[in-house]
């Protein structure tokens, strides 16, 4: 039996090694990280708001993401790329963590093909089809996606239309657990269209993008016959964007408007996704962003987000909503490697109900930070860094220390990577 087993293991080894060595392909490895460790003045690192007042010492998982993604076909103009993605989050509590519990989730983000070469009239334009991140764009000092619509899906991007080029998806991107009313069916799919413009550029050091998101609810029969929040209505996302270089950085104007399930997109930092949980028949939204990388001289940078959203009638109770967030990260290089790092974030939300009365919630968090990292530019990553934190609750609410207190310090060390 182990004659048997060891025969199979050298053969089933040669058989593989042949086939690489046949297709001659490399392997394009990437992949991103956060972990670290961190304690708070009441036991374990509190995280609160981050996508509001920023990530930096404010943070308590361990995450990563693993890409391998190969070029298994190339002649003349025409390639065929395979991606795949997998994913891990965990508290980082545990030797070893698993999905016992769970402790640690696995998950699958990406899986694709991406064909080049085919489309008549642009070799560059690119066919693809599968489960992928599209074309996301990122408030990385926040943490968050705000134009997002990923999921498995197809299209075709990067078509040349004029001076710039012209990408359309369809994705999917279901809800879950809707309604408990149907037994074992309570997922709802939902479809999204996309189609954007991207690489506009009006004069000089500017680039604009604009895109229209189309999100279609899909209930089976049975769920459309439970009516209520199955009879959800079809909602559109409009976003447009303008960045221009300014000093050696840049300056990007976000402005973004969605209705429907999409409305709560606009106060929640959401990228795209349609909220089936709520009655919104009647949401109406509006997002502006703005955001930077400012060089002030060669050693001190300052990127800064600011987000002011707005949307109306988000649930069946809820007659208005208004958020505003400012978060700024100020870094100072020291050497090549060694950088101080300063962050300030605020917000202020406030939701107004139809009988009057209202909620409010606003927050501060100050961050200062020692960070090695492989070279002086702001975005440089790998990066580890020895950090104190406070955070504290605008409203006086007892949300820190086990409901106890209205603030908090944490203190930690993170690293950050991707490559």
Do not use: C
């Not at 690119?126 to 992928?132: A, E, F, N, Y």
């Not at 909602?235 to 429907?260: H, P, R």
């Amino acid at each position: 039996m182990n004659t048997t087993l060891r025969t199979l293991t050298v053969a089933l080894t040669a058989a593989l090694t042949s086939t690489w060595a046949m297709a001659d392909n490399a392997i394009d490895f990437h992949g991103y990280l956060r972990s670290g460790i961190g304690v708070s003045s009441d036991g374990g690192m509190q995280e609160w708001q981050k996508n509001k007042l920023g990530r930096l010492g404010n943070e308590t998982d361990t995450y990563g993401e693993i890409e391998l993604g190969s070029e298994v076909y190339k002649k003349n103009d025409v390639s065929f790329y395979l991606d795949s993605m997998v994913s891990m989050v965990s508290d980082g509590s545990d030797d070893n963590e698993t999905t016992i519990g769970d402790d640690a989730e696995f998950g699958l983000r990406q899986l694709n093909l991406q064909i080049k070469g085919l489309v008549p009239g642009d070799k560059d334009a690119v066919i693809w089809g599968g489960k992928r991140y599209y074309q996301r764009h990122d408030l990385h000092i926040i943490d968050t996606k705000y134009w997002n619509i990923s999921g498995a899906g197809a299209g075709i991007e990067n078509y040349s239309v004029g001076p710039g080029a012209v990408s359309f998806a369809w994705i999917r991107g279901d809800a879950n657990d809707v309604d408990y009313r149907v037994d074992n069916d309570n997922d709802v799919n939902i479809n999204y269209l996309d189609l954007r413009y991207a690489g506009l550029k009006p004069w000089q050091g500017s680039w604009v993008e604009v895109g229209i998101d189309y999100a279609m609810p899909n209930p089976t029969n049975k769920q459309k016959s439970y009516g209520g929040l199955y009879d959800a209505d079809n909602g559109v996302m409009l976003t447009g964007e303008i960045s221009q270089d300014m000093f050696g950085g840049y300056n990007k104007l976000v402005v973004q408007y969605a209705n429907k399930g999409l409305a709560q997109n606009m106060v929640s930092q959401g990228g795209g996704w349609y909220d089936m949980w709520n009655d919104t028949s009647s949401a109406t939204g509006y997002r502006i962003i703005n955001t930077g990388l400012i060089p002030i001289t060669d050693r001190f940078s300052i990127n800064h987000v600011l987000t002011w959203g707005s949307a109306n009638n988000i649930t069946a109770t809820t007659d208005k909503t208004r958020m505003v967030s400012l978060v700024g990260r100020a870094q100072y290089q020291f050497t090549n490697y060694v950088r101080g790092i300063g962050e300030a974030g605020a917000f202020y939300q406030k939701d107004t109900y139809n009988d009057g009365s209202n909620y409010k919630q606003s927050g501060e968090k100050y961050t200062i930070a020692l960070a090695l990292a492989d070279g002086p530019e702001f975005m440089s990553r790998p990066e580890l860094r020895i950090f104190a934190s406070y955070l504290t609750d605008g409203e006086k609410r007892d949300t820190f220390r086990d409901n106890t207190a209205s603030d908090t310090w944490n203190y930690g060390v993170q690293v950050e990577a991707w490559w």
